[in-house]
């Protein structure tokens, strides 16, 4: 968890890449006084394309490793906790100044001990209006965290994804949206995904359906890929009809019994949706493609990021990461702030609504400074918290 200085800062990988290099050249029997071989005859263009051929096969495999391995060097995280007394034990701040693949970043991240039993993990909501982190933090009593969670609606101030409080749904997944252009009268459907904690402190990422007609939401552990047609909603009778498992024959039938739903019921104490997942298994595996969420080169863009994860022993990571100020700040793309929670241990880790909306305060005090003008707190109409 506390990684030393970037890869990326020393010149040790560029003297290594040209040692393979030469390597692979010689390989292929390629020097540098020509397209010659050992005897001194030129290379037919034959000869020439098999040698070719052969330097890709072992230049490629080599580098493309190591280029991977420097852009996910880690940064340093510094214990914060002093600015932000008085905290329980089972609660930590990390700040980090370090730069991110050569550009200014800056971030900080909470860590709590799910199962400790003095903490309260729960979720606050504005019914039909917004409020910033700070009212949020009066309102709750002061909790010890609160951040920002849910995508949501300027027009109507209402959640996008899913949110649970206290076994509730209160929130709920925008399932469709309708397209326009020559795709008008189209939808397309997808299913968000969330991070929950239950009552035994057990922490969970999914893909939801929820409907306002069930009393609870339904969870696949796998991504369906979104699909585009022009019915405007998702029917449970749909969902229903989605399995997972091997085909099995016998005696020339098909055995339904071993399929199984794809999603079942999801009980959880508290959720808060966004996307796209993150990190899965331990593994940068974004699902921005089959969530719709940042598809293709929006992958790449650097904004101000709000995230959440938990690792194989039960710890819930909160990280904040402050974006959009030129050359103080520059935000994270999907696939840095994937390999940070990596690097800090998560099994799991979901991305949730950031841009101006990022914000985490610890004991009302402001962790990242927000990106919206003058650096003031974005109304959110939801909330995470963490209670002592």
């Given at each position: 968890?506390?990684?030393?200085?970037?890869?990326?800062?020393?010149?040790?990988?560029?003297?290594?890449?040209?040692?393979?290099?030469?390597?692979?050249?010689?390989?292929?029997?390629?020097n540098?006084?020509g397209?010659?071989?050992?005897?001194?005859?030129?290379?037919?263009?034959?000869?020439?394309?098999?040698?070719?051929?052969?330097?890709?096969?072992?230049?490629?495999?080599?580098l493309?490793p190591?280029?991977?391995?420097?852009?996910?060097?880690?940064?340093?995280?510094?214990?914060?906790?002093?600015?932000?007394?008085?905290?329980?034990?089972?609660?930590?701040v990390?700040?980090?100044?370090d730069?991110?693949?050569?550009?200014?970043f800056?971030?900080?991240?909470?860590?709590?001990?799910?199962?400790?039993?003095?903490?309260?993990?729960?979720?606050?909501?504005?019914?039909?209006?917004?409020?910033?982190?700070?009212?949020?933090?009066?309102?709750?009593?002061?909790?010890?965290?609160?951040?920002?969670t849910?995508?949501?609606?300027?027009?109507?101030?209402?959640?996008?994804n899913?949110?649970?409080?206290?076994?509730?749904?209160?929130?709920?997944?925008?399932?469709?949206?309708?397209?326009?252009?020559?795709?008008?009268?189209?939808?397309?459907?997808?299913?968000?995904s969330?991070?929950?904690?239950?009552?035994?402190?057990?922490a969970?990422?999914?893909?939801?359906?929820?409907?306002?007609?069930?009393r609870?939401?339904?969870?696949?552990?796998s991504?369906e890929?979104?699909?585009?047609?022009?019915?405007?909603i998702?029917?449970?009778n749909?969902?229903?009809?989605?399995?997972?498992g091997?085909r099995?024959?016998?005696?020339?039938?098909?055995?339904?019994?071993?399929?199984?739903?794809?999603?079942?019921k999801?009980?959880?104490?508290?959720?808060?949706?966004?996307?796209?997942?993150?990190?899965?298994?331990?593994?940068?595996?974004?699902?921005?493609?089959?969530?719709?969420?940042f598809?293709?080169?929006?992958?790449?863009?650097?904004?101000?990021?709000t995230l959440?994860?938990?690792?194989?022993?039960?710890?819930?990571?909160?990280?904040?990461?402050?974006?959009?100020?030129?050359n103080?700040?520059?935000?994270?793309?999907?696939?840095?702030?994937?390999q940070?929670?990596?690097?800090l241990?998560?099994?799991?880790?979901?991305?949730?609504?950031?841009?101006?909306s990022?914000?985490?305060?610890?004991?009302g005090?402001?962790?990242i400074?927000?990106?919206?003008?003058?650096?003031?707190?974005?109304?959110?109409?939801?909330v995470?918290?963490?209670?002592?």
């Amino acid at each position: 968890m506390y990684s030393g200085e970037g890869l990326h800062e020393s010149g040790g990988f560029f003297i290594f890449d040209l040692c393979i290099f030469k390597y692979c050249f010689w390989v292929a029997g390629i020097n540098a006084g020509g397209w010659t071989n050992a005897q001194g005859f030129s290379r037919t263009p034959e000869r020439l394309s098999i040698k070719i051929m052969l330097m890709k096969k072992y230049l490629l495999p080599l580098l493309f490793p190591l280029s991977a391995h420097i852009s996910s060097a880690q940064v340093k995280w510094i214990n914060v906790d002093s600015l932000y007394q008085p905290l329980p034990k089972g609660l930590h701040v990390f700040k980090t100044t370090d730069s991110l693949d050569g550009k200014p970043f800056i971030a900080y991240y909470a860590i709590a001990d799910l199962k400790d039993k003095s903490l309260d993990f729960t979720v606050d909501t504005s019914l039909g209006r917004r409020l910033t982190p700070t009212q949020f933090y009066e309102k709750d009593n002061h909790p010890l965290l609160v951040v920002n969670t849910t995508f949501f609606s300027f027009e109507t101030n209402r959640n996008l994804n899913v949110v649970i409080k206290d076994g509730k749904l209160v929130s709920y997944n925008q399932h469709s949206i309708a397209l326009k252009g020559k795709d008008t009268l189209m939808y397309k459907h997808a299913f968000g995904s969330a991070i929950g904690i239950n009552r035994k402190g057990d922490a969970d990422i999914a893909w939801l359906y929820t409907d306002s007609s069930k009393r609870s939401a339904y969870a696949n552990q796998s991504p369906e890929a979104y699909q585009k047609d022009s019915i405007d909603i998702i029917s449970f009778n749909y969902v229903k009809t989605l399995r997972y498992g091997k085909r099995l024959h016998y005696d020339g039938r098909f055995r339904k019994k071993n399929f199984y739903p794809a999603f079942r019921k999801w009980k959880m104490k508290t959720a808060v949706g966004g996307g796209p997942v993150l990190v899965q298994n331990g593994k940068v595996e974004i699902a921005n493609e089959q969530e719709n969420k940042f598809t293709g080169k929006a992958i790449n863009d650097k904004h101000p990021r709000t995230l959440m994860g938990y690792t194989a022993d039960n710890k819930l990571i909160i990280m904040a990461i402050q974006g959009r100020f030129p050359n103080i700040a520059e935000g994270a793309t999907l696939t840095q702030e994937a390999q940070l929670m990596v690097d800090l241990g998560c099994k799991e880790a979901l991305n949730l609504d950031g841009g101006g909306s990022s914000c985490m305060l610890i004991n009302g005090k402001e962790t990242i400074v927000p990106s919206d003008k003058m650096g003031t707190q974005r109304a959110v109409p939801a909330v995470f918290i963490i209670k002592n």
